[in-house]
C-alpha cells in the first residue's frame, strides 16, 4: 500500500494548495505515546504502526491513496448561498468559514472525486472533520447530490466516507434538511441499481448518522471510530450513568448489528475493490494491472502510464 | 388552571386579582365589583394581546412546549373516526410515544402517525415525553409502507424534543430506524402531509416530517437542534437560549421563508393551549386543504413532487 504515496502527482483541478509540512517531524500517537516520524506516519495512511490508532486523515490524503496512481478528478459541487440564515453566535458563521478554509486550504467539509481504484470506476466522496468538524450543511448536501448524480450519470458505484459531529448549526434549519436532501440522492444510487458503500470513520454522529451514513449498501468502518446518533456525553447526562467501555465504538457496532465489517484504513482499499467489483459483477481485481511499487526515487516523476489489464 | 408561563407572569398578576375580587363577591353579596373586574379583564385582555402579538423566538419555544397545548391524541379525536391504534415495530416493542394507526378522514381511510408527549405525570412517563426510541420509528416505517401499499393517505403529526438519547436506543440502532423513516417517507407513493404541531426537535421531526407539504402552527417551532443545547455548544453557556434561539431561525414565519414550512396555521387569541378546540379545528381545515392539493396526483408524481420540495430547499432566503 505504500507504494501509492509515491505516485501523487500535481492535482491539475485543485485551486487550494496542500497543507504544508507540519513543522514538527515527529508526531506522538495520543493512544500509545510513541514518537512517529511524519514520513512513516503518512506511509500509514496517519495509522500508528505501533498500536494501530487511526488518526484523522483529510479527504485529500485519503483518495490519493485511494485511487490508483493517486490520480482523481474533483467533481463541481453547486455552491450554495452562503451564510443563508445570517447566523452570529459569538463570532460571525462567514468568518468561521474563513477560518476553516485557511487552516484546511478547502472550500468546505466534503470532496467528491471520481477515478479508477484497482481499475475500477468509482465515484468517491469523503467528508472532512478538520473542516468544522464536518458538519453538513447545504454544501455537504449539494456534495453528497453532486456525488449520486454523478454516478448515476457514469452508471458507477459511490463509495462515501463520512466523518461529522453532526449538522451544521450556523445553517439552522437548513442543516437538518440535508437528512431528506441526502435521503433522495441515497435513493437516486438505489433506482439506478448502483452500489453505495459507507466508510464511516472517526466520528460519525448526530444527523449524518441518522441519513446517508445508515442508508449503505454496505457499512465499512475504521477502527476504533465513534458512531452514533446521540453522543456519549449526552446519553450520560439524560440516563445518569456511566455507559460502559467501547460503547458506540466501531466494534460495539458491529456486534449490535449496524454495521457489516470493520477494517483497517490499510486494508480498506483492496477491500472496496473486492467489494465493488463484486457487486458490478466484474471479475476479480487482477494484481498485475497495477502499476509496480517504484523506489523512493521516482516520486517526483510524471504519473506513470495505465499498464493495460493483464488476464 | 391555568398554567402560566414566565413571561405571562404581569397577565397571571391581573387575572389573579379578577379572580380574587370574583371570589369575594361570591362571599360577600353586597360587594360591587362588577366594574371593576370588567376594568381588569379587559387590562388582562389587552396585555395579553400585546404579549403575543409579536413573540421572541426565545418565547415561542415555551409556547410551543406549553404542557396544555393540544397534543397529537386530542387531534386524532377530534379530527379523525374509526382511530384504530395499530402498535408494535415487529421485531422488539412497541413505543409509546409515536400513536399511529388506520383511522378515516372526512370519511377517508388514512394513516395517522405522530409523537405523543403525554398530559399529565403518568402518561408522560408513559409517553417517554415524546422521545421515541427506534420501535417508534420502526412502527411508523411499518405503518407508512402499508398505506403506501394499501394507497391510504399518510397524515403525520409532530411534536418531539427528539429522538431518545438512551444507551438502549443507541444499541438497537436510533441512527438507522430515523435514516429508514425518512427514507420510507420518500418511498411511499401516497399523499404524505405533516403538521408541526408543537415542537419539531431535529431528527426525530424529519424522520415524519419529509412530506409533501408541511404545515405548522402558528407558535410552533422547528430546529436542529434546541435552543438549550445551541447555546451550550456555541455560546458554551446553555443560558444563552434566548440568543440561540433568536439565531436558529426556528419559527413558523422563518420556516415559512424559507420554504420549509409550506403554510402556517393560526392560533388563537393567546396560543393554542387558549383554545384547544379551535386550534384542533384549523388544523384539521389544514390537513384537508393539503390532501386536496395533493389529489388526482398519481404514485409517481407523488414521490416526486416530494423529492423535488426538499431538493429545491435553500434557494429561498430569508429577507435581511
Ligand atoms: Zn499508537
Not at chain 1, 486523515?57 to 463541481?76: H, M, N, S
Request: aromatic fraction near 6%; charge should be neutral; charged fraction near 25%.
Amino acid at each position: 500500500m505504500n507504494w501509492i504515496t509515491n505516485y501523487v502527482r500535481p492535482r491539475i483541478n485543485s485551486i487550494f494548495s496542500r497543507r504544508e509540512m507540519p513543522e514538527n517531524l515527529w508526531h506522538k500517537c495520543k493512544e500509545c505515546g510513541t514518537m512517529l516520524f511524519h514520513r512513516e506516519l503518512s506511509d500509514n495512511l496517519n495509522v500508528c504502526t505501533n498500536c494501530d490508532h487511526h488518526m484523522a486523515i483529510t479527504p485529500r490524503e485519503r483518495f490519493t491513496a485511494l485511487f490508483d496512481g493517486g490520480v482523481f478528478t474533483d467533481v463541481a459541487v453547486p455552491e450554495p448561498k452562503a451564510d443563508p440564515l445570517q447566523f452570529r453566535d459569538q463570532k460571525k458563521y462567514p468568518d468561521r468559514m474563513k477560518a476553516a478554509q485557511k487552516a484546511t486550504g478547502e472550500k468546505e467539509a466534503m470532496l467528491v472525486a471520481r477515478g479508477e481504484i484497482g481499475r475500477t470506476p468509482i465515484i468517491a466522496a469523503a467528508q472532512d472533520f478538520s473542516f468544522m468538524g464536518g458538519s453538513m450543511g447545504m454544501y455537504v448536501g449539494n456534495a453528497i447530490i453532486a456525488a449520486a448524480q454523478e454516478a448515476v450519470r457514469l452508471k458507477r458505484p459511490l463509495i462515501l466516507f463520512s466523518a461529522a459531529g453532526g449538522a451544521r448549526m450556523q445553517e439552522g434549519i437548513l442543516s437538518l434538511m440535508q437528512m431528506p436532501r441526502t435521503t433522495v440522492a441515497v435513493e437516486m444510487l438505489k433506482e439506478a441499481g448502483l452500489p453505495y458503500i459507507v466508510v464511516l470513520t472517526h466520528p460519525t454522529t448526530g444527523g449524518v448518522t441518522a441519513s446517508y451514513a445508515m442508508l449503505g449498501d454496505v457499512h465499512i468502518s475504521e477502527p476504533n471510530a465513534l458512531i452514533c446518533f446521540a453522543g456519549p456525553r449526552v446519553i450520560e447526562q439524560t440516563i445518569r450513568e456511566k455507559l460502559p467501555e467501547g460503547f458506540q465504538r466501531a466494534e460495539y457496532l458491529l456486534d449490535h448489528g449496524m454495521l457489516d465489517r470493520v477494517t483497517k484504513r490499510t486494508e480498506m482499499r483492496d477491500e472496496l475493490i473486492t467489494i465493488t467489483r463484486m457487486l458490478m459483477n466484474q471479475p476479480p481485481a487482477v494484481r498485475g494491472d497495477l502499476p509496480a511499487p517504484e523506489p523512493e526515487a521516482e516520486a517526483t516523476k510524471a504519473p506513470v502510464e495505465k499498464a493495460p489489464a493483464k488476464k | 388552571m391555568t398554567q402560566y408561563l414566565d413571561f405571562e407572569k404581569p397577565l397571571a398578576e391581573i387575572e389573579g386579582k379578577a379572580e380574587e375580587l370574583r371570589a369575594l363577591a361570591r362571599a360577600n353579596e353586597e360587594m360591587d365589583i362588577a366594574d371593576e373586574a370588567a376594568a381588569l379583564d379587559a387590562k388582562a385582555a389587552v396585555m395579553l394581546s400585546d404579549l403575543y402579538k409579536d413573540l421572541t423566538p426565545w418565547r415561542k419555544c415555551q409556547v410551543a412546549r406549553h404542557p396544555d397545548r393540544p397534543h397529537c391524541k386530542d387531534y386524532i379525536q377530534t379530527l379523525f373516526s374509526e382511530y384504530t391504534p395499530l402498535a408494535g415495530d415487529r421485531n422488539f416493542a412497541d413505543d409509546h410515544s409515536v400513536m399511529g394507526g388506520l383511522a378515516r378522514f372526512n370519511d377517508q381511510p388514512v394513516m395517522v402517525i405522530g409523537h405523543e408527549k403525554g398530559s399529565d405525570t403518568k402518561s408522560r412517563i408513559e409517553r417517554n415525553f415524546g422521545m421515541a426510541r427506534p420501535e417508534g420509528y420502526r412502527k411508523a416505517i411499518r405503518l407508512m409502507d402499508m398505506a403506501g401499499r394499501f394507497g391510504l393517505p399518510v397524515i403525520t403529526l409532530v411534536d418531539t424534543p427528539g429522538a431518545y438519547p438512551g444507551k438502549g436506543a443507541e444499541e438497537r440502532g436510533q441512527s438507522e430506524a430515523i435514516a429508514r423513516s425518512t427514507e420510507m417517507c420518500l418511498r411511499i407513493g401516497v399523499p404524505l402531509v405533516s403538521v408541526i404541531i408543537g415542537e419539531g426537535g431535529s431528527g426525530g421531526a424529519v424522520a415524519f416530517a419529509t412530506a409533501n407539504r408541511v404545515a405548522m402552527l402558528e407558535h410552533s417551532v422547528y430546529s436542529v437542534i434546541s435552543p438549550e443545547g445551541c447555546a451550550s455548544i456555541l455560546w458554551k453557556d446553555a443560558e444563552k437560549m434566548r440568543e440561540a434561539a433568536e439565531a436558529l431561525r426556528l419559527t413558523a414565519q422563518d420556516l415559512h421563508k424559507l420554504g420549509v414550512a409550506d403554510r402556517i396555521i393560526s392560533e388563537p387569541h393567546g396560543g393554542a393551549h387558549r383554545d384547544r378546540t379551535a386550534t384542533i379545528e384549523g388544523v384539521g381545515r389544514a390537513i384537508g386543504d393539503m390532501l386536496k392539493d395533493l389529489t388526482g396526483k398519481d404514485r409517481d408524481a407523488l414521490i416526486k413532487d416530494r423529492r423535488q420540495k426538499f431538493l429545491d430547499l435553500g434557494n429561498k432566503g430569508l429577507a435581511a
